[in-house]
């Protein structure tokens, strides 16, 4: 399946490379740099790249492209999921996942591919599981390694491996037994000239920490569940009880995991939370334009909408802003033409404001193009779809875990159209 | 290392084993010799006797070659520390042995024995990982020990090994082709395996080795469809894609009937009208002919056990659960994927190329299925500007006349992106959506013709291209649209706009007579100002226009020719003087003047709108040669549906002869049939219980130890115990400790074998049992409706009743499609079959059951839902568990809780001790276990699991429930000897998805069984059960049982005795032994004056007589 794997960074340089079968010469990647450097941007390169006898399936993930060399048909997304979960593995054992944390843990990345694929087939993928194998870096153990010389390596076969529940390991102890949930709503959105929603649709994701002793069976049920349209589990959670009872019964995972990522259709209101009035204006002549923004408050449920940021990417022809804001600041970058303003908290009272001229390249036609806003925005404490999480029972043990909801909701691809 | 990348270039292909290294080497001339020094003290290191200098040098090493640096030359002092007792520094050798031993073959051969060695690790981590290595190493001499490892690694007792050899069998065939034959027959063993861990591996080692042998499937196939939901997300996708191929071949089109119909419609969309009607009355010939439709019941299997995988959060799990219903499901099934992978939109950029791509394929074929989610297409600026490109092919493929002017709409927004890629695809778009649908033809030209006046050029260019396609189509509607483009001449500034203008009133000047002249006058005014490109399509005009009308426009055409002569861009000056030539007839004009009309106003073909993906289809969608549109290496062609079904017995997993004779002369034989085998695949599925639990013994006795704490604190001491044992067999790493362990898997093992060796012999007896059971169970029911229960099993039937109408409503779709193979016999014909079975009876004769007096009292509906259910249970007996299935309980029998509906689950267990013997050991007490589904969802292969005994007790499970559907109770016996102690008897219980610690502690009173003895024996048997053994207690009886029949009563219920008949009335007699040892137990009540009694129990084992005391004496006092 997958033959072989190259990190490139971002100034085309191979730095690792590893291979499942036979060594595939690393100037396969040729090929690639030629698809980029057709594409300009990085996120314009293809996924999927034929290269003479192989086929080049690459992500691109902070920075750093990953590439993949397949020799026959599997599917790609196959693949695709793996570079990821392999990105995700790397996040998830060095903190980040940038080229220097790589190169920095070079051996137990190497280690870590090894153990993740098997002739280019997924061996074992589950964190808990890789983490019994080689045990993530810490200074603490690397000072002790160093001196007792034992090794970052498990000995026997990971207890997850075998078992019926891979994602969790045997003989968990925590002193403090807590489950926390997050559950995080980004609102997708598409607005038009006049305000009116062309497109809005919820989607939602419950992030669960969960740090308790020994094999709990959690329980957790909702006060809506009908409002979710369409749900994607983490494989712990049992499908039939979801099914048929609507609650999500499931053994946790150790540690940090997505439980559930789900989506509210757009067939249900969805709130608004902010308005924006704007106009955004070339003149003929003159080579200037004007532009006026006011941002407000609109379904909030009685909640203060914090960290609002409003990003526009200018026409090219748009030299300089001279612009005055009744709250917040704003920058314009007249490299990447792009424009924000960082409004914050936004109140009722006095309405965020954002007005003044824009200079136009000298003898340059007026620009065609409409420039859209993206919002971003932040709302503690409320999941905008009114989702509400009704309890989470535990059993299986004895203790009593300390449990928290935290809601939040967000802007995802929130965008107002000029 | 960038420049050794150049070395490579000539080599390209996978051929070049390390040849950039080699290359790379002197070119970077002198660190090569200071590379030579470090290497050396590299060697140093690997040499000492520390570990931790070694371990260091090895990930020096590791290092290099992760940057792609040669480190061959360090092969000899690498390998020699293979045998290392650093586990790390030993995997790291392992990495770089894998690297390079293909270039040293020699060398590597000195580490096999080590791997060898490996092999026969008492450590499962230790034999996988050398079998990984040993097979990672591309040397063909050692291909018979690769050979000989996998064949035993493929019997090995630990599911990991025996994955790990699934791994290895892609591996040798890659090396050595020739291998094929014995390699498929280890494939064709592990895809017998019944663990989730090997399944994914063995079908990517068969998809690799042997994909074409699709009859090794068979046996297999329902197994696969049962475990799939637990594989891990790879081996889920392998699985699906390959089960995807065999349903091609093995079922019959689902859409057989409407497919055709509907693909006609599809072609008269795309404008091939011509053949369409002598097709269409053939198909209607060919439908007419075609039998009713009726879907295999596999093929629904397959169907509902991949459907809750659209969840998955793997993105390539859904794409091929999706691609599987595309083409496997009937079209009305279809739609079921689309809101999966729509939600796969949301994921990162990569995935949702690649779901566009095939998204864009299945809306061309099923249109209908996305359009609901029309919105979520809706691109934003923010977007790559190649996933636009595909959210825009797929809008315009979902677009139809009642969506088209939202599209259009929308359409118009993009246009003012600052993407002008996008921007000039979204004009393709316009113009396919044009051309697709009539009514908006006209604006959509409109809009395009307003677009030519666009500063951009691309947006011009791409107008110009798209109206011409577009009139080029419509040749009638020609002149009005170009009179108007004619017109905005006089507005339109871009002279690319204007170039392409002329160009059309060029081309299509015989349609526009009057106005082209008039054009070409204006333009020859102007023609000394205009832009370059303009001049030469105005000489391009007055050309065509020579050519055509040559009266009107001669004059004007020697104007502009003459301009064009004197022009200061030499193109236009020679373009001139190259018209002139050929058009203007002269003496010396050459022979090509003749044909300048041909030259000029040749026909120009009209391009064809239509999405680059139709056609993408013939791909097996979610492949990579579906997303290139080209096959890739190693693409396996999705079959055609076969025209007659392949023979679905091959899926049988029974021989076929064993099926008793009546059931073949049934005149419902097919439907028998199909309940015939269903349980015999379970039964298989059973037998992978034990196997998977005798390995993963040790994790999962910690894990539930601690659960089953919880639950039932009264477990005591040895719960406790166990757990303790358990962990400590974990954690000690001790060597002991291991061989230990080891040691009680081997003879697990071996005690396990044989059980799961011969399921053949069993099953022939299995199928007979089956029908034994039925019979059984529905005289059961018969007579637990007389009995004191009757009120329980009206209840049941009611809700059985109810059940089986919110089937027939099926107002749940899963629901419904989970019965429905299940619950097919409608209850007319389970009357039927119950009088069969009434008269049937006297053929399987079983002892120890009365017969059933009024069979009639039956609730029809009651026999329906249970009779299936031990249709599935009873196939897996053997015949010596078969009795006991049938006890009914007699009399008021205490029923226990073993596990509560919401511990459970909604798993509700129930036990009570029926009190019958258990026949098939005299010496276990039967217990009847009474699981009751509470969950909308069926509840698959209950089973019991590691009982955790105390020495001597023993205990014989109830056969595998296969399948508890929703709302459904079932019953089943299992037998415990407890050794006539009152020290419960732990188990797991399992499903399909949980484990559940339970125990079963037995009242004293349950440990016996009556003795039948005259007054005289027992009064002999008193005797000899004097002094010690007598226990006795004064107590003072309790209200409701004063007389002697409260008493009988009372006693009777509290403690599994007969009575025995007595002279005296003063006295109450009765008589047992125990179930296990057969030791006699005497109980005497004697009343007294007011409610003063006596109570008297003689018993050898103090220990039961004291706890029966303390029993009795708390049923007559209360």
């Known amino acids: 399946m997958i033959h072989s794997l190259f990190l490139i960074n971002s100034s085309s340089d191979i730095f690792l490379e590893k291979h499942w079968k036979s060594v595939i010469s ?393 | 290392m960038s420049s050794g990348s150049g070395f490579g270039d000539e080599k390209g292909g996978s051929s070049s084993v390390g040849e950039p290294e080699y290359g790379h080497d002197p070119a970077s001339g002198g660190i090569f010799s200071s590379d030579y020094k470090r290497h050396d003290d590299l060697k140093e290191m690997l040499d000492s006797n520390k570990d931790s200098l070694k371990l260091e040098a090895m990930k020096r090493i590791v290092a290099m070659i992760a940057r792609g640096k040669n480190a061959s030359d360090l092969f000899p002092a690498v390998v020699k520390n293979v045998a290392c007792k650093n586990i790390e520094v030993k995997k790291l050798v392992y990495v770089y042995l894998v690297r390079y031993a293909e270039e040293q073959q020699d060398l590597a051969l000195l580490s096999i024995s080590t791997f060898q060695r490996g092999l026969k690790d008492p450590n499962q981590l230790i034999r996988a990982s050398a079998l990984r290595v040993l097979s990672s190493i591309r040397v063909t001499i050692i291909v018979p020990i690769m050979m000989l490892a996998i064949k035993e690694a493929a019997s090995d007792m630990s599911p990991y090994v025996r994955k790990t050899a699934a791994h290895a069998i892609p591996k040798l065939y890659s090396l050595d082709p020739e291998q094929k034959d014995q390699l498929i027959e280890v494939i064709e063993k592990l895809l017998a395996d019944k663990t989730t861990l090997v399944a994914g591996s063995v079908v990517m080692a068969f998809e690799e080795v042997c994909p074409e042998r699709i009859d090794l499937i068979h046996k297999n196939y329902r197994k696969l469809c049962n475990l799939l939901i637990d594989v891990e997300e790879w081996g889920q996708v392998v699985i699906i894609n390959m089960l995807t191929r065999y349903a091609r071949t093995q079922f019959l089109n689902p859409n057989v009937n409407e497919s055709l119909l509907e693909e006609s419609g599809e072609k008269a969309f795309y404008g ?109 600026s923010t977007d790559p500007t190649q996933i636009k490109i595909l959210k825009l092919e797929v809008l315009t493929n979902l677009a139809n006349e009642t969506n088209i002017s939202t599209i259009l709409r929308e359409f118009q927004t993009y246009i003012k992106s600052m993407d002008k890629d996008f921007v000039a695809a979204t004009i393709q778009a316009i113009g396919r959506c044009a051309t697709n649908i009539g009514e908006v033809r006209d604006t959509c030209l409109n809009g395009l013709v307003q677009l030519l006046s666009n500063r951009d050029e ?57 106005i082209a002249p008039d054009v070409l006058r204006k333009m020859a005014k102007t023609f000394t100002n205009e832009e370059d490109i303009v001049k030469l399509q105005i000489i391009n005009l007055a050309a065509k226009l020579y050519l055509t009308n040559s009266k009107q426009t001669k004059l004007l055409t020697q104007y502009v020719l003459n301009l064009a002569k004197y022009d200061q861009n030499y193109d236009i000056r020679d373009r001139a003087r190259f018209i002139r030539q050929l058009i203007v007839p002269t003496d010396k004009s050459g022979a090509l003047s003749k044909y300048a009309k041909k030259l000029f106003l040749a026909l120009k073909p009209a391009p064809v709108l239509e999405s680059p993906f139709k056609d993408r289809d013939h791909f097996q969608l979610g492949s990579l040669s579906h997303l290139l549109n080209a096959k890739a290496g190693g693409y396996q062609e999705l079959p055609d549906w076969p025209e007659t079904a392949p023979d679905p017995s091959v899926r049988n997993v029974e021989v076929k002869d064993s099926v008793p004779e009546w059931t073949k002369c049934s005149s419902r034989e097919k439907r028998k049939e199909k309940k015939v085998e269903k349980p015999f695949y379970s039964d298989s599925e059973e037998e992978s219980g034990p196997t998977e639990s005798a390995d993963s013994e040790s994790d999962s006795a910690s894990g539930s130890g601690s659960g089953s704490e919880s639950e039932e604190s009264g477990s005591g001491s040895e719960s406790e115990e166990s757990r303790e044992e358990s962990e400590s067999e974990q954690e000690d790493k001790e060597d002991e400790e291991d061989k230990r362990k080891k040691k009680k898997k081997t003879d697990r093992g071996k005690v396990k074998a044989p059980a799961v060796e011969s399921p053949e012999s069993e099953e022939s007896s299995g199928a007979e049992e089956k029908n034994r059971a039925q019979k059984v169970k529905g005289r059961r029911s018969g007579s637990e409706s007389e009995s004191e229960e009757e009120e329980e099993s009206e209840s049941e039937s009611s809700r059985s009743e109810s059940e089986s109408e919110s089937e027939s409503e099926s107002d749940t779709d899963a629901k419904k499609k989970k019965k429905a193979p299940v619950t097919k016999p409608p209850p007319k014909q389970a009357k039927k079959e119950s009088k069969k079975e009434k008269k049937e009876m006297s053929l399987l004769d079983l002892d120890d059951f009365e017969p059933t007096p009024s069979p009639q009292v039956t609730p029809v509906n009651n026999f329906l839902s249970s009779s299936l259910v031990t249709d599935l249970e009873g196939l897996s007996l053997t015949d010596t568990v078969m009795a006991p299935t049938t006890i009914a309980p007699s009399g008021s029998v205490k029923t226990y809780e073993l596990l509560h509906r919401i511990t459970g689950e909604g798993l509700g267990v129930e036990y009570c001790f029926s009190r019958q013997p258990f026949s098939p050991d005299a010496h276990m007490v039967a217990v009847q276990i009474m699981f009751t589904n509470n969950t909308n969802a069926e509840t698959k292969n209950l089973h019991v699991e590691d009982p955790k005994l105390q020495s001597g007790m023993r205990i014989k499970e109830f056969p595998e429930i296969e399948l508890l559907p929703p709302g459904e109770m079932v019953t089943v016996v299992m037998g415990i000897d407890f050794c006539d102690s009152t020290q419960a008897a732990n188990f797991q219980l399992c499903t399909h998805i949980r484990k559940f610690f339970v125990s079963i502690q037995p009242p004293v009173g349950e440990l016996m069984m009556p003795v039948f003895m005259t007054e ?28 002697e029949h409260g008493i009988v009563q009372r006693v009777t219920s509290a403690a599994n005795v007969s009575r025995v008949p007595c002279g005296s009335d003063k006295e109450c007699r009765f008589a047992g032994k125990t179930v296990s040892s057969g030791i006699l137990v005497l109980v005497t009540v004697a009343t007294k004056e007011e409610r003063a009694a006596q109570l008297t129990v003689n018993c050898e084992k103090m220990v039961i007589g004291t706890m029966l005391v303390k029993d009795i004496l708390q049923a007559l006092t209360q």
């Open chain 2, 272 to 380: 091939s009208d011509d053949e369409e009607g002598k097709e269409e009355k053939a198909e209607a010939a060919a439908l007419a002919k075609r039998k009713p439709y009726v879907m295999d019941p596999d093929h629904r299997l397959l169907l509902r056990n991949t459907k809750p995988l659209l969840q998955s959060r793997n993105a390539a799990v859904v794409m091929a659960v999706a691609q599987l219903y595309f083409h496997l499901a009937p079209k009305a099934e279809v739609g079921v994927i689309a809101k999966a992978l729509v939600r796969l939109m949301r994921s990162h950029s990569e995935v949702q190329y690649v779901v566009l791509q095939n998204v864009a394929t299945m809306t061309i074929k099923r249109r209908g299925m996305f359009e609901p989610y029309l919105k979520s297409f809706y691109i934003r």
């Open chain 2, 1016 to 1043: 005289n024996e027992f009064k002999k048997e008193q005797g000899q059960l004097m002094g010690m053994n007598e226990i006795s207690e004064k107590l003072t009886l309790g209200e409701k049982c004063q007389n």
């Open chain 2, 458 to 514: 691309l947006v011009v260019a791409e107008s110009v291209v798209v109206i011409k396609k577009l009139l080029q189509m419509q040749p009638e509607q020609h002149s009005d649209i170009i009179k108007h483009m004619a017109k905005l001449t006089d507005n339109i500034q871009v002279p690319m706009a204007r170039a392409s203008i002329l160009w059309l009133i060029g081309e299509y000047c015989e349609h526009v007579p009057k």
């Open chain 1, 26 to 418: 690393r100037s396969v990647c040729d090929y690639f740099f030629e698809v980029q450097e057709k594409a300009g941007e990085a996120e314009n390169v293809p996924p999927v790249i034929h290269a003479g006898h192989h086929y080049l399936i690459n992500i691109y993930r902070e920075k750093i492209f990953f590439v993949s060399v397949i020799q026959s048909e599997v599917p790609p997304l196959f693949v695709i999921e793996f570079l990821h979960h392999v990105a995700e593995t790397f996040q998830d054992y060095f903190g980040e996942c940038s080229e220097s944390a790589i190169k920095d843990n070079v051996v137990i990345v190497y280690e870590l591919l090894e153990e993740m694929l098997d002739n280019g087939f997924p061996l074992a993928t589950e964190s808990n599981i890789l983490k019994e194998l080689i045990k993530p870096p810490n200074i603490l153990r690397s000072v002790v390694n160093s001196i007792t010389g034992s090794c970052n390596v498990g000995e026997t076969l990971p207890t997850g491996q075998l078992s019926t529940i891979p994602w969790r390991r045997a003989g968990v102890k925590y002193t403090n037994n807590e489950a926390y949930f997050d559950v995080v709503e980004e609102i997708d959105a598409i607005l038009d000239k006049t305000g009116s929603v062309v497109f809005a649709e919820i989607q939602g994701v419950i992030d669960a920490c969960v740090n308790l002793t020994g094999m709990p069976d959690l329980t957790l049920s909702f006060m809506n569940p009908r409002l979710l349209d369409d749900v994607s589990f983490h494989p712990c959670v049992r499908f039939k009880r979801w099914e048929s009872e609507r609650v999500l019964s499931f053994i946790p995972p150790d540690g940090n995991f997505r439980l559930l990522s789900y989506h509210v259709s757009a067939q249900n209101l969805v709130a608004i939370p902010i308005y924006v009035k704007q106009n955004i204006s070339f003149f003929e002549t003159g080579s200037s334009g004007r532009l006026d923004i006011t941002v407000g408050p609109k379904q909030t449920m009685g909640k203060t909408v914090e960290a609002v940021f409003v990003t526009i990417n200018m026409p090219k022809v748009v030299l300089s802003a001279n612009l005055t804001a009744t709250q917040g600041n704003y920058t314009y970058n007249p490299v990447t033409k792009t424009l924000v303003w960082d409004i914050g908290k936004l109140s009722q009272q006095k309405l965020p404001n954002l007005k003044g001229s824009l200079t136009l390249q000298c003898g340059a036609p007026k620009p065609e193009e409409s420039p859209s806003l993206n919002i971003d925005l932040k709302i503690q404490q409320l999941a905008i779809s009114g989702l509400k999480v009704n309890r989470l029972d535990m059993y299986g043990e004895k203790y009593k875990p300390f449990k928290g909801v935290k809601y939040v909701s967000k802007a995802g691809k929130f965008q107002v159209r000029t």
